[in-house]
Nanobody, 121 residues
Framework: QVQLVESGGGLVQPGGSLRLSCQTS????????MAWYRQAPGKQRELVAS???????MYADSVKGRFTISQDNAKRAVYLQMNSLKPEDTAVYYC???????????????WGQGTQVIVSA
C-alpha cells in the first residue's frame, strides 16, 4: 500500500522559514509528478507548487519567489522550502503524488495526511 508522510510543519513567526518533507513508501512502479497543496480553514484546497519527474516546477502566484519545491528521485521524496512566511500561509499542507503502483494499473493520485503550518506572532 502506498503511503505519503509529511513532516516539518509547525508554528513560525511572520518572516520566518519552514521546510516541509514528504516521503513515499510502499510498492510504486513510477512517480510522474509530486505537488504540495494547502487548505486554510473555511477555504478550498489549493495547489501551492508542483514538480514533474523531469524537474519542471510550477508555483501559485501567491508563493512565487518565497517557496521552492524540490525532489529526491532516488528517495522518492519531495520538499517545500518556505521562506518569508506570512499569516495567510497558515493552512494544512498536503503532499500529493501522481503515480502508478504497477505498470498494469492506471495512474492514480495519492495523498498524505497533512501537516499544519501556523504563521503567527
Amino acid at each position: 500500500q502506498v503511503q505519503l508522510v509529511e513532516s516539518g510543519g509547525g508554528l513560525v513567526q511572520p518572516g520566518g522559514s519552514l521546510r516541509l518533507s514528504c516521503q513515499t513508501s510502499g510498492n510504486i512502479f513510477n512517480i510522474y509528478g509530486m505537488a504540495w497543496y494547502r487548505q486554510a480553514p473555511g477555504k478550498q484546497r489549493e495547489l501551492v507548487a508542483s514538480i514533474s519527474s523531469a524537474g519542471t516546477t510550477m508555483y501559485a502566484d501567491s508563493v512565487k519567489g518565497r517557496f521552492t519545491i524540490s525532489q529526491d528521485n532516488a528517495k522518492r521524496a519531495v520538499y517545500l522550502q518556505m521562506n518569508s512566511l506570512k499569516p495567510e500561509d497558515t493552512a494544512v499542507y498536503y503532499c500529493n503524488a501522481l503515480l502508478q503502483v504497477t505498470k498494469y494499473r492506471p495512474n492514480e493520485n495519492a495523498w498524505g495526511q497533512g501537516t499544519q503550518v501556523i504563521v503567527s506572532a
